[in-house]
């Protein structure tokens, strides 16, 4: 009987402690599936609190060191997160705590930092396309733009219909001088995306390159009416105007201008230098004071030679 009780005895105890590991790791799972519940809607105060109570009890819990380190980079603590990715790394290499911490390093600004983590993020997932988009950000950052194109074509392999890439790979092509090339990349990031209005800007300003005036306005009109607000390819729309010695159409575009921002000094100087272009004095007058006022003090040397003309005849008689 002493024998069986013994046992007995060694059973319970191993039985007692068997379902309080079993309790305790529950516990860790729940508080994990908290943090977890709480990142994903954005309580990220929330998040930390539950990912420290697992890690008061497990310092190596993988998942609650990730989401704390995720939840301090949205919160912009990223000297914290920084830690928290490197004590992720430090249990368990792989593509998630380098690439959140090469993000991080991004937001402060060490590039190189950053591209050395992308590129050990990728050796883990290569076909990752944020991480791709990322690391071809940093290699142009870095002026590596081979690099950066090799990682845009990379994102092409895996989503052919990945109309930013086109556009971004347009946009370091335009850097090295292959406008010709650049156009045809726009066009194809236009035919997956036919209302990207960056799109149509970028490649406009690439057939400037090439002097192509007239299919500039045509695209640059084209973004105009996709994205009525934006003021850079009203601008570059006008002064295209003005070159063809369109001034009706570039007054016109720059009254939308001053519409849109009143207080534009240099939307009314242009308008001024075409209203002058076009024998305009009198509305020319008036859009270069107005100039004037708002600071655009090159608008006062016109005004000198075009404004003041018929005041000094009057004070002579």
């Not at 950066?148 to 990379?154: M, V």
């Not at 009254?255 to 009198?282: C, F, H, M, V, W």
């Amino acid at each position: 009987m002493n024998i069986t009780l013994k046992y007995f005895s060694v059973i319970l105890f191993l039985l007692l402690l068997t379902f309080n590991l079993i309790k305790c790791a529950s516990k860790d799972v729940v508080e994990n599936n908290f943090a977890s519940e709480a990142y994903n809607e954005g309580k990220y105060l929330t998040a930390i609190t539950f990912s420290k109570k697992v890690l008061e009890k497990d310092p190596s819990n993988y998942q609650a060191i990730m989401i704390k380190g995720k939840s301090n980079l949205k919160l912009n603590n990223y000297h914290d997160a920084i830690t928290d990715f490197n004590n992720a790394i430090n249990i368990k290499k792989g593509f998630e705590p380098y690439y959140y911490r090469a993000r991080t390093y991004l937001e402060l600004n060490e590039i190189k930092n950053a591209s050395n983590d992308l590129e050990k993020a990728l050796y883990y997932n290569p076909n990752n396309v944020d991480a791709l988009f990322n690391y071809a950000y940093v290699q142009t950052l870095l002026d590596n733009y081979e690099a950066a194109l090799e990682a845009y074509n990379k994102v092409i392999k895996v989503d052919p219909l990945n109309s930013n890439a086109y556009v971004n790979i347009g946009n370091l092509l335009g850097r090295m001088g292959e406008s010709d090339l650049a156009i045809q990349y726009f066009s194809k990031a236009i035919s997956l995306k036919p209302n990207d209005a960056l799109a149509y800007f970028n490649r406009a300003t690439e057939k400037l390159i090439i002097n192509d005036k007239k299919g500039a306005i045509k695209d640059l009109t084209k973004s105009v009416s996709i994205d009525s607000n934006n003021i850079n390819s009203y601008f570059l729309l006008a002064e295209t105007m003005i070159q063809v010695k369109d001034y009706k159409s570039a007054n016109m575009i720059l009254s939308k201008i001053t519409s849109i921002d009143p207080q534009n000094a240099r939307a009314y100087y242009l308008k001024g230098t075409s209203e002058l272009a076009s024998n305009e004095k009198d509305k020319a007058c008036v859009d270069l004071r107005k100039a004037g006022e708002l600071g655009y003090y090159e608008a006062y040397e016109l005004i000198t030679k075009n404004c003041l003309k018929k005041e000094k005849g009057k004070s002579k008689r």
